[in-house]
């Protein structure tokens, strides 16, 4: 990776993310139904749930882990696709397959630096959270999960916006019905 920029390395760990929940176009039209985005906000807390029942369950914990997990992969493909794009968890959606392909069309100067950030403050509230899952201690979980929904939350909010700026190019414009 000589050469490569700190952004360089983000959008390809953001990439592989994309590619190893195999989000090809069908996935994404499904994921913009706002069940899908909505629903997809209990990932985290069953995760932590299911990590944190090895105390009750020992090994048995394996058993709501990988529910959990599967929940995480097909809550973008069971709902079927919106009847309508029009919506802010739709738009939400729409804004970060923009985002993602940024390297190919390029986003305005304004969208670039926010959203890395929004990421990483959520990727940092994972650290407490998974120390409070380690230690079974329930108060790093509180502003762990602060920091991740927070993050997450104006991520998603700023890909709305992104997507409102983006919306008339020709590539992009017919995702919005």
């Known amino acids: 990776m000589i050469g490569m ?37 209990t990932a985290l807390p069953l995760l932590v749930a299911a990590f944190w029942s090895r105390e009750w369950l020992g090994w048995w914990a394996i058993i709501p882990v990988t529910l959990a997990v599967l929940w995480t992969y097909l809550n973008p493909r069971i709902f079927k696709r919106p009847e309508s794009t029009d919506s802010w968890a739709s738009r939400s959606v729409l804004g970060e397959r923009v985002w993602l392909n940024r390297d190919r069309i390029p986003v305005p100067e304004h969208h670039r630096r926010v959203p890395v950030i929004l990421n990483l403050i959520a990727a940092t509230g994972t650290v407490p959270i998974v120390w409070g899952v380690y ?33 008339e190019n020709p590539e992009y414009r017919d995702w919005l019905y």
């Open 135 to 167: 230690r079974l201690e329930v108060w790093p979980l509180l502003p762990g999960f602060a920091m991740v929904y927070l993050g997450k939350l104006w991520y998603l909010d700023r890909m709305v916006w992104l997507y409102q700026d983006m919306k």
């Open 5 to 41: 920029n700190s952004i360089d390395i983000y959008m390809t760990l953001e990439e592989r993310i994309s590619s190893a929940f195999r989000m090809d176009e069908e996935t994404w039209l499904r994921h913009a139904n706002p069940w899908s985005v909505w629903t997809r906000l």
